[in-house]
């Protein structure tokens, strides 16, 4: 039975004493039971964060990392530094890593692999702009996100991700996919799963829908048979409504 994630990415917010509260927030609250419950706070606060979460069940992610093992590469965090600080996750591939950093499927790749080698679990963002859905072009280009960026691995490895579609028009637009179409697409990815690896390894990966899942629309997305869970942006900043759509299942 396939692992039911809710993953919170704070993104380019919150100090480290306001990543302090916001764990603690977390924490303190009821997060629903059989639910895998992940933040992803930023570098400057995965150690202080790891320290409030630890023993509570609630995992700890980064929100990216680096292409590279490590070297001469001014500003960036590799796997091995993420995974010395506590985490066991680590987001690759975000829309937001595509579409303002210029990432393509063979950087992510990378990243992938060597986060797997650290030991890291990594959390694997795909999905279509506004123009590729309004083109009817939204599968072919998630397929090609897939067969690109993570198709290469073995069932052993592809078995240790998670899969995150991101519809880039819903994210921080307030416009949401409706259920019918998260379903439709995470139907789609998980077809394409079975037919590269089968079916036991596609029936056990967890995808999860990622644009503008809140807690007054994460129960009916959280229904839809194929969608295992999210990846919060906005609504993840808020430690009751977070809880909340931890409770949505």
Known sequence: MRQKIVAGNWKMNTTIPESIALAKGITEGKTGEGVK?????????????????NGTGIELSAQNCSSEISGAY???????MIKAVGA???????????????????????????????????IVC????????EANNHFNVVDSQLQNGVFDLS??????IVIAYEPVWAIGTGVTASPAQAQEMHAFIRSIIEKKYGKQISDNTSILYGGSCKASNAKELFSQNDVDGGLIGGASLVAGEFISITNSF
């Open 74 to 80: 001014t500003g960036e965090v590799s796997c091995q």
């Open 88 to 122: 066991g996750y680590v987001i690759i591939g975000h829309s937001e890593r595509r579409s303002m950093y210029h990432e393509n499927d063979a950087i992510i790749n990378k990243k992938v692999k060597i986060a797997l080698t650290n030991g890291l679990t990594p």
């Open 37 to 53: 419950v992940v933040v992803a706070p930023p570098f400057t606060s995965l150690s202080d964060v790891n320290k409030i979460i």
């Open 126 to 133: 795909c999905g279509e702009v506004l123009s590729e859905r």
């Open 155 to 160: 069932p052993v490895d592809f078995s240790k």
